[in-house]
């Protein structure tokens, strides 16, 4: 946000991953996450898909580890600046390999139910 020279700070579900998808991912890792898109059976529910995690490239986790996920770092950092921006949400990272991109990661966004509370009195105010 001081980057980017913004007085306020987003409270917005919306503008909040807008915010993140574009503006967060370039200063980390020069470029624009590849998707950002809410799910179509939980409103509550976002996704930030990026298809090659340049982090991802220099991770190797061992057989034995098999429910660690190099992600998290990613969703860590996610769940920061949503925290920050006083939209708590529980933030995972899920390895979805597709052909030609084997380490497409999608960030889950799921946020608390108040956050969403605060978003539908705020919709309805317009």
């Known amino acids: 946000?001081?980057?980017e020279k913004t007085v306020h700070r987003e409270t917005r579900v919306l503008q909040t991953l807008v915010f993140i998808n574009s503006v967060v991912w370039r200063a980390?890792?020069?470029k624009q996450a590849d998707a950002l898109g809410r799910s179509t059976e939980n409103d509550d529910e976002y996704m930030i898909t990026d298809n090659?995690?340049?982090i991802l490239k220099y991770i190797a986790a061992p057989k034995e580890m098999?429910?660690?996920s190099p992600g998290?770092?990613?969703a860590g950092?996610?769940?920061?600046i949503v925290e920050c921006c006083r939209c708590p949400a529980r933030v995972t990272s899920h390895l979805v390999p597709a052909e030609g991109m084997p380490?497409?990661?999608v960030i889950l966004v799921k946020f608390d139910g108040p956050v969403m509370?605060?978003?539908k009195r705020l919709d309805a105010a317009k």
């Open 1 to 3: 946000m001081w980057r």
């Open 28 to 30: 980390l890792f020069d």
């Open 52 to 54: 090659e995690p340049s």
């Open 66 to 68: 098999s429910s660690f």
């Open 72 to 74: 998290a770092f990613l």
């Open 77 to 80: 950092i996610v769940e920061a």
């Open 103 to 105: 380490l497409k990661t």
């Open 117 to 119: 509370e605060r978003e």
